[in-house]
């Protein structure tokens, strides 16, 4: 299984809608700060996804599911994303819309257990021989170039490291001296070289150079302790997903037809399951030796009435996995059709026997003094000044029409007040944008009465 050179695939994150969230905003008994880590009221569900974080932190939750359920822009998201912060950054996160299963390219099945493998984390340890030190020498020996011409070429590379304990020369392969010139290092950097695999990485300059120019763009690292040669811990986190990609692409060779069949390649390739099964094995067989360990994520299904019946069915089976994240869904429908089964109608679009293995959290609509106090969050994260009338005349904004849409009316507003000559924000700037831009309830109105005068 191929594991050296895994290059993440984990989706970049949507933050700019949230990226005032920080966490929970609990205490340490795990009960809510009403105003904390970015969130604003909601107590109750705050609280609960508290304790599913404790649940998850205990590992007591693999194979379960929640479900964020509530009106549009109660911050069901918001949660979702604060759970995530709190398990931290090293747990995966893969947050996805319930629509994205209906693709052209590849099966719906094939892409939830895509998601549910890009949730699910590899903590790989491995003890590795290397040679660690500030380099006190690097002379690379030079010779005559064996295929004749004018150049010489390097024949080897002898190179001085020093440690707390002491010093070594080494004489090292020419191959080395390549990667030690992609790596920039020079005298006084501290540097690390696997023993098996030559691989050279450069941690930094060593701290005794910290005071060597008045302005420093260096990171300055301590001399390393111990022996030059030493058995060192490396740690490297991959998802699943990532294995199976790495796992999956075909090694072509170099001549035009496997070029030529790697470009025409579709870019949406599916993930057969026994190259999956052959991946568990070996994943099983590194945790059975200690050699890693699993690290299961979250995956934020959001929309999930989009799904039909043959994805819930799915879901649950795959729910039951001994190898499984923790499932967070949402959504914004009461009782409706289950897509694909036209016939049943059922709580928030979704089949009785997932329900039953699934907790709830619910989340209520802002008050107008939160919506005033999140509207100045969004504010200050936005890097925008408002006055108190004008956050007020906000707010009255968002309590008749709905959070969403008065967040989005900042903006704006900002430039209407640098137009009209305002280093902040006030009430005529937001009454100004507020006569520009219709939110839904008010331009469906007008439209109907439009229809009205016109139909008679």
Not at 228 to 244: A, F, G, S, Y
Not at 425 to 452: N, P, W, Y
């Given at each position: 299984?191929?594991?050296?050179?895994?290059?993440?695939?984990?989706?970049?994150?949507?933050?700019?809608?949230?990226?005032?969230?920080?966490?929970?905003?609990?205490?340490?008994?795990?009960?809510?700060?009403?105003?904390?880590?970015?969130?604003?009221?909601?107590?109750?569900?705050?609280?609960?996804?508290?304790?599913?974080?404790?649940?998850?932190?205990?590992?007591?939750?693999?194979?379960?599911?929640?479900?964020?359920?509530?009106?549009?822009?109660?911050?069901?998201?918001?949660?979702?994303?604060?759970?995530?912060?709190?398990?931290?950054?090293?747990?995966?996160?893969?947050?996805?819309?319930?629509?994205?299963?209906?693709?052209?390219?590849?099966?719906?099945?094939?892409?939830?257990?895509?998601?549910?493998?890009?949730?699910?984390?590899?903590?790989?340890?491995?003890?590795?021989?290397?040679?660690?030190?500030?380099?006190?020498?690097?002379?690379?020996?030079?010779?005559?170039?064996?295929m004749g011409g004018y150049g010489k070429t390097v024949s080897h590379v002898i190179i001085g490291l020093k440690t707390a304990k002491g010093t070594k020369q080494l004489k090292l392969d020419p191959s080395i001296h390549e990667s030690l010139s992609k790596e920039k290092v020079e005298v006084g950097d501290v540097i690390y070289i696997e023993a098996n695999s030559g691989a050279v990485?450069?941690?930094?300059?060593?701290?005794?150079?910290?005071?060597?120019?008045?302005?420093?763009?260096?990171?300055?690292?301590?001399?390393?302790?111990?022996?030059?040669?030493?058995?060192?811990?490396?740690?490297?986190?991959?998802?699943?997903?990532?294995?199976?990609?790495?796992?999956?692409?075909?090694?072509?060779?170099?001549?035009?037809?496997?070029?030529?069949?790697?470009?025409?390649?579709?870019?949406?390739?599916?993930?057969?399951?026994?190259?999956?099964?052959?991946?568990?094995?070996?994943?099983?067989?590194?945790?059975?030796?200690?050699?890693?360990?699993?690290?299961?994520?979250?995956?934020?299904?959001?929309?999930?009435?989009?799904?039909?019946?043959?994805?819930?069915?799915?879901?649950?089976?795959?729910?039951?996995?001994?190898?499984?994240?923790?499932?967070?869904?949402?959504?914004?429908?009461?009782?409706?059709h289950v897509r694909g089964a036209e016939d049943i109608i059922s709580p928030h679009g979704m089949p009785m026997d997932l329900l039953d293995r699934i907790l709830i959290i619910r989340t209520l609509p802002y008050s107008k003094q939160e919506m005033t106090e999140i509207l100045k969050?969004?504010?200050?994260?936005?890097?925008?000044?408002?006055?108190?009338?004008?956050?007020?005349?906000?707010?009255?904004?968002?309590?008749?029409?709905?959070?969403?849409?008065?967040?989005?009316?900042?903006?704006?507003?900002?430039?209407?007040?640098?137009?009209?000559?305002?280093?902040?924000?006030?009430?005529?700037?937001?009454?100004?944008?507020?006569?520009?831009?219709?939110?839904?309830?008010?331009?469906?109105?007008?439209?109907?009465?439009?229809?009205?005068?016109?139909?008679?």
């Open positions: 299984m191929n594991i050296e050179e895994v290059k993440s695939t984990v989706k970049t994150q949507r933050i700019s809608a949230h990226s005032h969230i920080k966490g929970l905003g609990l205490d340490e008994n795990g009960v809510p700060i009403p105003i904390a880590a970015g969130l604003v009221g909601q107590e109750n569900a705050r609280e609960a996804a508290g304790i599913v974080v404790d649940m998850i932190k205990s590992k007591k939750m693999a194979g379960r599911a929640i479900l964020m359920a509530g009106p549009p822009g109660t911050g069901k998201t918001a949660i979702a994303l604060a759970i995530a912060q709190e398990l931290g950054s090293k747990v995966p996160f893969c947050p996805m819309v319930g629509s994205e299963v209906f693709s052209s390219e590849i099966k719906k099945t094939e892409v939830l257990m895509e998601n549910f493998r890009r949730a699910i984390g590899l903590r790989i340890k491995e003890t590795k021989e290397v040679y660690e030190g500030e380099v006190t020498e690097l002379t690379p020996v030079e010779t005559e170039n064996p990485k450069r941690q930094g300059r060593s701290d005794t150079f910290a005071t060597e120019y008045d302005l420093e763009a260096e990171e300055y690292v301590p001399l390393p302790k111990g022996e030059v040669h030493k058995k060192k811990e490396v740690i490297q986190d991959v998802t699943l997903h990532d294995l199976d990609v790495a796992n999956a692409r075909p090694q072509g060779g170099q001549d035009i037809l496997s070029m030529m069949g790697q470009l025409i390649k579709s870019k949406k390739t599916e993930i057969t399951d026994k190259l999956r099964t052959e991946i568990n094995k070996v994943v099983n067989s590194y945790i059975d030796q200690g050699i890693a360990e699993l690290v299961p994520g979250v995956l934020f299904i959001d929309e999930i009435h989009m799904l039909d019946i043959e994805t819930f069915t799915y879901l649950h089976q795959a729910l039951e996995s001994s190898i499984a994240p923790i499932v967070v869904f949402a959504t914004n429908r009461g009782r409706c969050l969004r504010a200050q994260t936005e890097g925008l000044s408002i006055d108190a009338d004008g956050l007020t005349k906000l707010s009255e904004i968002g309590a008749q029409s709905t959070l969403r849409f008065a967040v989005q009316l900042l903006t704006p507003a900002n430039l209407t007040a640098k137009v009209n000559g305002r280093s902040s924000i006030s009430k005529e700037d937001i009454t100004e944008v507020g006569s520009l831009f219709l939110d839904a309830k008010s331009s469906a109105r007008l439209l109907s009465q439009h229809r009205d005068k016109f139909m008679k």
